[in-house]
């Protein structure tokens, strides 16, 4: 029989996690699947699961949660000789990855994807030693969305991250960067770099419509240091989708890079804080099969 295992983020979801956990082992059951559900108690959970799935040569490997539950997931699954098809069910604030993919955002839905669904082959990125799905961010900006709080999340959903962002934007504290990529090298004061694998970054799915989940790519862009008012210039362009053509942005394609600064910079990787300048960052093409819906 196929084995699958459902991990389950028990705080997410409103309190309903329970609920969808016991829906969504069911469908799994009737699609053919021994499933094993685990429960994650705390940080780090989510990957050792997802790493005894590939060792026990499980068959599928479902999380449900918020995009911290399925970038720990991914995690787990990245470069492992065995790598079983992954499924998600959204439970989160911004849901990215699912965006991207056309999953549905309601569970219930998602969770009927399960019985019904087909596969495609995703792209992950690595940076430095783990890995990411949708994007990296450096800047202040990106830093000042470490403060917001569960309790913020689950009431203003992805405009929390926009109101703790906008407290540091007057305050303007561009930073020296140098990135090595594979067509050559751009060094220069940066307010805000943006390294997209997704078309989905904070819930906006037109930051970067060029990106597709399996191109290959890692889709940059460099939001120069400019003054304040021409940074509040440039927000229509993350909705209207032509942010890459503007004179204060450069736009980058690239299969890897590079990014050094002088100055203590602490990338925000999938929402998350995680280590320091330097890193190198590249993209693992078609690296996981994910349950998607089916064409029709």
């Not at 997802?50 to 787990?76: L, S, Y």
């Not at 930073?175 to 078309?199: K, M, P, S």
């Not at 890459?244 to 736009?251: A, I, P, S, T």
Request: proline letters at 5%; charged letters at 25%.
């Amino acid at each position: 029989m196929k084995k699958a295992m459902l991990i389950v983020n028990p705080s997410a979801g409103k309190e309903q996690s329970t609920a969808y956990a016991e829906n969504a082992a069911t469908a799994l059951e009737q699609n053919g699947y021994e499933v094993t559900v685990k429960e994650t108690k705390g940080e780090g959970c989510a990957t050792r699961f997802a790493k005894e799935a590939c060792t026990e040569q499980f068959d599928c490997v479902v999380a449900m949660g918020g995009d911290g539950t399925m970038n720990e997931t991914v995690n787990g699954l990245a470069e492992q000789p065995h790598r079983p098809k992954f499924g998600l069910i959204p439970l989160g604030t911004v849901n990215d990855f699912a965006r991207a993919l056309n999953i549905p955002l309601k569970p219930e839905e998602a969770i009927e994807l399960l019985k019904d669904h087909g596969t495609k082959a995703v792209d992950i990125g690595k940076i430095n030693d783990r890995y990411f799905m949708n994007v990296v961010a450096v800047g202040a900006l990106a830093e000042a969305t470490f403060a917001v709080s569960p309790e913020q999340k689950t009431k203003l959903g992805p405009l929390a991250y926009f109101i703790e962002g906008a407290k540091t934007i007057k305050e303007k504290q561009p930073f020296d960067a140098v990135i090595e990529h594979d067509a050559g090298r751009w060094d220069g004061e940066v307010l805000i770099l943006l390294i997209a694998l997704t078309n989905s970054v904070g819930g906006f799915e037109t930051i970067s419509p060029d990106a597709k989940v399996n191109d290959g790519m890692l889709h940059v862009f460099i939001i120069k240091d400019v003054s304040f008012l021409e940074f509040a210039a440039l927000l229509p362009s993350l909705f209207k989708g032509d942010l890459k053509d503007k004179k204060q942005v450069e736009y980058i394609q690239t299969c890897s890079l590079t990014l050094s600064s002088s100055k203590d910079m602490i990338p925000n990787i999938d929402g998350d804080e995680g280590g320091s300048l330097p890193i190198t960052v590249k993209n693992l093409e078609r690296h996981l099969q994910v349950i998607v819906p089916e064409k029709k």
